[in-house]
């Protein structure tokens, strides 16, 4: 996130003199929608005003997911996902040495940086992107930069190679939702997947909702009539972050690592997405 270019698309084909040399940030062209012209925090702000969340109530929610990350970094869990970044060459034959160099004196980064605890009364106190809104730096999904990966594959495959899975894909929803308000995207999406499966709410031991904004996750959690303690247990992308394209398997990896924790069999990673969609998937824990 902290890598995406500020580029100028207009220069390929050369340049009148005197004319406005264009550039756009690739960061903000993520978090705009040009059909409905708002960005992403509008979004929330909408879902806010349509579900009458409060200040108060995002920067409560933003507090505990703080409290959650923290307590699940402390207890060693958050590291059990985590590929520590250090700085290091890979080399191969013939080939040009590639690397990663940490900058500064920072030799490895072995955890997330943005959870920190974070009092209600602190983040009252931040500044609102939009004057009179909800949504601050503190209980909005925090930019961060990050990479994941995992593998999926057949159980038959996995049978084969004697290899245990962590978690079985049950089944996948994506709904659409008006772009306006893409943040309750969750909500339709989880109950269409729930149709899909014959499951009901109650049967669903964990939620791993990503928390692109406060107002957001708690407009989902209200129309769906969401237990919050299931929801999120180890914290969420608010003390965590939302980089984007990672965060879906972070999700998934989360839940299937709670799950197994927990001893619960069945687990809802979901996210909003940008532009009016919501997506969710149903995973089981093998061993429940
Ligand atoms: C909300 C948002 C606009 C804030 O961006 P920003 O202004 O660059 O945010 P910052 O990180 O500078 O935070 C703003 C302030 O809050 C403070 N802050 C953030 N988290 C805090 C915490 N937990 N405790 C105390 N202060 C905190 C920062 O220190 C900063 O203070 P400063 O202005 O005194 O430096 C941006 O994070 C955002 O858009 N997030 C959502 C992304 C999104 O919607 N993704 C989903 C796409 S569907």
Redesign the pocket.
């Given at each position: 996130m902290t890598r995406n270019p500020i580029a100028a698309f207009d220069h390929r084909t050369g340049f009148k003199l005197g004319a406005p040399v264009g550039f756009k940030d690739y960061m903000w062209e993520a978090?705009k929608d040009p059909a409905a012209g708002i960005n992403?925090?509008q979004t929330a702000e909408n879902l806010a005003k349509k579900y009458s969340i409060s200040r108060e109530d995002v920067d409560a929610f933003a507090s505990e997911s703080?409290a959650k990350a923290v307590a699940a970094q402390q207890s060693g869990f958050l590291a059990g996902e985590i590929v520590p970044v250090i700085t290091e060459k890979f080399e191969l034959e013939g080939y040009k040495p590639r690397g990663i160099k940490l900058q500064g004196k920072v030799t490895e980064v072995t955890q997330d940086t943005h959870p920190?605890i974070?009092p209600a009364d602190?983040?009252a106190k931040?500044r609102p992107?939009y004057e009179g809104g909800v949504?601050?730096?503190?209980n909005?999904?925090?930019?961060v930069d990050a990479a994941a990966a995992c593998v999926v594959t057949s159980g038959a495959y996995a049978k084969a190679k004697g290899k245990k899975p962590m978690a079985r894909v049950v089944a996948a929803a994506v709904a659409g939702v008006p772009p306006e308000i893409?943040g309750i995207g969750p909500a339709p999406a989880i109950r269409l997947l729930l149709a899909r499966t014959g499951l009901k709410l109650s049967d669903i031991g964990r939620f791993e909702i990503n928390e692109?904004?406060g107002a957001q996750t708690l407009a989902v959690g209200r129309e769906l009539g969401l237990d919050l303690s299931l929801l999120n247990v180890n914290g969420g992308a608010i003390a965590l972050g939302?980089p984007?394209a990672a965060t879906g398997v972070r999700l998934t990896i989360t839940l299937a690592r709670e799950l197994a924790r927990s001893g619960k069999r069945y687990g809802i990673s979901s996210a909003?997405?940008?532009g009016g969609q919501g997506i969710a998937l149903l995973i089981e824990n093998p061993n429940a």
């Open positions: 978090l992403m925090i703080f920190r974070s602190v983040l931040l992107v949504q601050t730096g503190g909005s999904s925090a930019l893409m692109a904004q939302h984007l909003c997405v940008g």
